[in-house]
């Protein structure tokens, strides 16, 4: 770590204990160690380098000093590394100063439970990385600032402070924790469906809507309060969309004429007619909430290759593109790698559509891949029922899980559930097998997932476990880091043996979903996080620590769970010396044997 960033630290050290000297020379923060190479208490580096600073993590330290965000976030080298500020459950006071949001690579900022007031910076807004901002029972006032700008914010908790004002526009669609009851909040709750419990917003006298069973009332000024201006402004909108209704039925009328027949013929599926009518327009059937929001980039490809792919599944053997373009469609999440829609058919048929994006494989080569995946058949492996592919649009069809995914059984948002031991063993068996069946099928295809992550374990509906969206990612060596996996993988992606690092990276990202079974902590988008604190805690000794505290206290079999976190680890593994997944399988299985021997003894 370089001068200039350890002296800061040590300054932000000085401030957030109130000058308090740290106890003893093992805990660092002098400017006489290396904060990496001396493990300062609290500071976590960059596993491969040490060199770097990515995580300060003080909870519960009894501190009672002042974020002094300047000293950390104004140094260059400090700002591009630190990911995490966690400084739960202390004594610490103040505002939070705007230049917070000069630590642009943060993902997570916790500073719930401490004594913090003022005003939230509006800065905040400019932490683009955000997963994770927790804020809750301290003393923040004022109103919250707007954060829609965060897309991948996955937890927002404001709970207890005095904060006043109206909720702000968030970008619900990956939000899986949010709570701001216990305020002085006031007006509209927003449109969040069902997603989050009255709970999250009680407290709150102010606050109105269906969820609180409290109507807001109707606001009178709208039609009064309409401005020259305005009237002006949406008479121009409707004049337009007018104009662009008459260009639609005008070209409508003379395509009809000279039918179009460009589908050519499937050996795989069977593909449905040209799509004569509602992808001619420009873009998004877009109106209020429900309403496909779908859109094909030009009436050219629209009509050039329009047809919907209906592989061998007989559940979707009637469906049609333009069914698929009319049903109403919900934002299910929107993924690094695409966005995902609920569609409710009429007959009551529900799908997910995935929509990927910036996929730069030809037209030909993923037609070809969609039909390799549909020929490897393995009941744990979500098959896509059919698929669009035009040049600029490429959608997948799933049917759609109500019991969701891995990531929200674990993140508990299914309430009330357990998800014992016997199960999550049971989950990790049936996912490796899987995953071996596929390496097996695909593996002189080069096609391996490219993409395992709880989120993409779906339940089905006898909470059977299933991998999905197998293969949607292309493991392109041209490619360019962006592309790389969620896990950390980028390096590994951008060596030559491409094909075969994607199958290892599987492996990866397998014991990565092992390490959330074991510790209940999830990583989505953090991976590399994980596995380097369950390598610093085993490093310690502390190996029990790692385990997820129900597990605990349910009785799991400790040698069997630390069977199964040597697992994980050898999965994780950084060099590429990991088990193939045939080793992983009879690992897994092992361990399960067990297990099922000492339920059968039970008394
Ligand atoms: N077939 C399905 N039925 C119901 N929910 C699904 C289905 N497939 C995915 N989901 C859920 O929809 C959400 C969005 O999925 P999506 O795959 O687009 O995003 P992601 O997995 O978070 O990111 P990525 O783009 O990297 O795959 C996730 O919570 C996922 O668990």
New binding site residues.
Partial sequence: VDDGARDSLVEFYKQLSNNNIPPDPSFGWNSTSDPCKNQWKGVICDHNTNSVVKRIVFDNFSLSGFVNASALCNVQSLAASLNVINLILNNIGGAIQADIANCKQLTRLLLGGNQFSGNLPGSLAMLGNLKQLDISNNRFSGDLPGLSRISGLRMFLAQKNQLTGEIPEFDFS?LVQFNVSNNFLKGPIPDVKDRFPASCFLGNPELCGDILQKPCPREKKKSKGVSKNQILMYSGYIALGLAIVALILCRLKKKKGEKVDSASPNKVASVDNVVDKPSVTSTEFKTEVSRSEFSIHSAESALASSSLVVLTSPAVSDLKFEDLLRAPAEL?????????Y?VIFENGMVL?V?RIKDWTISTDDFKQRMRRLDQAKHPNV?QALAFYCSKHEKLLV????LN??L??LLQGNRKGQKFEWASRLVVAAKIAEALAFMHQELHSDGIAHG?L?S??I?LKKNMEPCI??YGLMVVDPQESSSSAN?NGLKTMQQTKDNASNAFKADIYCFGVILLELLTGKLV?NEGVELTSWVHSVVREEWTVEVFDKSLISEGASEERMLNLLQVAIKCVNHSQARPSINQVVAMINTIKEEEDKSRVNEP
Avoid: P, W
């Fill in positions: 990956n299910i999440g929107r993924g690094k790698h695409g966005t995902l609920k997910a995935k979500l799933y049917e759609y899980q969701g995914s990531f929200s993409n992550k989120s993409n779906m999905s969206e969620v989505q």
